[in-house]
């Protein structure tokens, strides 16, 4: 585990907690190890990814639960780049797989629109795109400054994550996959997003496949999130469309996501940030922690344990038993504790 800064530091025990109390339940063999890489240690050792983290994870665990990074006190964010950015790229966690899933009719914005309606999976590129760190800037603090952000997309990457959301599909029993670029501005990067997409959609005939430009996907998904099971697109839209999507399921407390290699070691964290506006106050909701937790259970193949813990967010949503930004009057250790203790609940009234 990787608690990082601010409310991940809160929320990520809580998850612990909670798969903790599973795994005893079922006597799965698990075992955390703890590390303090974040904004804290960078300030104080400047060291942000230690030497050797990335084959260190790569070799000796399975996987990462990993909290949030940001701290006012590094604006520039670089350890955050280092940390987060170093582990998706180093372990080539290409695919950011973000659920956007209703679990109570209360939560959503949405008027009329129910539990039923608003299911889709964001599968975000997650190693290339305008995140890669390509750019510089030329006369940097003049008045002529010009700055460059390199958009960098490989056929290989490209074609990998489009392949990526038509098996995810096609595993899941869903029909619709939508690509969504910008390829009538960005006419070389997205240019190629078409050309793949095209190729591979063949190979899918199956499936029911279609493109939207993504200022359109963004109004579709506002107007009727029905026409949508999988979405896939490029880094930088999928981190804003995930965003927005998580609002329509009840906000960023509760989204989780998986970055993902298949068959190696891959890394769970929720969607939101670390939250310096409430971080120290014990409100944070741990929910999402909590559900990249049943993503992670879910990958190392241990289901009937992640689905205790979706039972248990199911339960405490019912239940009202949620911090104040689901409109509850929890803490987030409350929280916690009560997932806990549902999630063994929840086998004992299995058996
Ligand atoms: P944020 O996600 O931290 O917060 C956005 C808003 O949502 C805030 O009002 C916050 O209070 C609320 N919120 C987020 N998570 C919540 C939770 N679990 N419970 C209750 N409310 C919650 O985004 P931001 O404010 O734009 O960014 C803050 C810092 O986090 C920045 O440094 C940013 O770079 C970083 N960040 C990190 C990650 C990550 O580590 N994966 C993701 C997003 C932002
Ligand atoms: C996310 C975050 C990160 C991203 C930031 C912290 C670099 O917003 O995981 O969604 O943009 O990928
Ligand atoms: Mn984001």
Not at 72 to 95: C, E, M, T, W
């Amino acid at each position: 585990m990787i608690p990082g800064d601010g409310i991940g530091r809160e929320v990520t025990p809580q998850a612990v907690k909670v798969i903790q109390a599973a795994t005893a339940t079922t006597k799965r063999p698990i075992e955390f190890v703890e590390f303090d890489w974040g904004a804290d240690k960078y300030l104080r050792e400047g060291i942000s990814l230690p030497a050797g983290a990335v084959e260190m994870l790569r070799d000796e665990f399975d996987a990462v639960l990993f909290g949030a990074l940001g701290d006012p006190r590094v604006p520039s964010n670089q350890h955050a780049a280092d940390i987060l950015l170093g582990l998706r790229f180093k372990l080539d966690l290409y695919v950011n797989a973000r659920p956007v899933e209703l679990l109570h009719d209360r939560l959503t914005p949405l008027r009329d629109r129910t539990e039923k309606d608003i299911r889709l999976m964001v599968i975000r590129e997650n190693t290339e795109g305008l995140y890669v760190g390509v750019g510089g800037f030329f006369k940097k603090d003049t008045a002529d400054e010009i700055a460059v952000q390199e958009d960098v997309n490989s056929r290989k990457g490209v074609e990998r994550i489009i392949r990526y959301a038509f098996e995810y599909a096609r595993q899941n029993g869903l029909k619709r996959v939508c690509m969504s670029d910008k390829s009538n501005a960005m006419t070389f990067a997205h240019d190629l997003w078409q050309r793949v997409f095209k190729t591979v959609r063949q190979e899918y005939a199956d499936i029911d496949s279609r493109h939207l430009y993504i200022d359109t996907l963004a109004m579709e998904i506002v107007r009727d999130p029905r026409q949508f099971d999988v979405i896939v697109t490029c880094n930088l839209f999928g981190d804003i469309i995930s965003d927005l999507g998580a609002q329509l399921a009840g906000g960023l407390g509760l989204a989780p996501s998986a970055n993902i290699h298949p068959g190696e070691t891959s890394l769970f964290e929720p969607v939101h940030g670390s939250a310096p506006n409430i971080a120290g106050k014990g409100i944070a909701n741990p929910l999402g922690s909590v559900l990249a937790s049943a993503m992670m259970l879910e990958y190392l193949g241990w289901k009937p344990e992640a689905g205790a813990l979706r039972n248990a967010v199911r339960a405490a949503l019912r239940q009202n038993y949620v911090t104040p930004d689901l409109g509850g009057d929890k803490h987030t250790v409350e929280v916690g504790d009560w997932l806990a203790k549902e999630a063994v609940t929840n086998f004992v009234a299995q058996t």
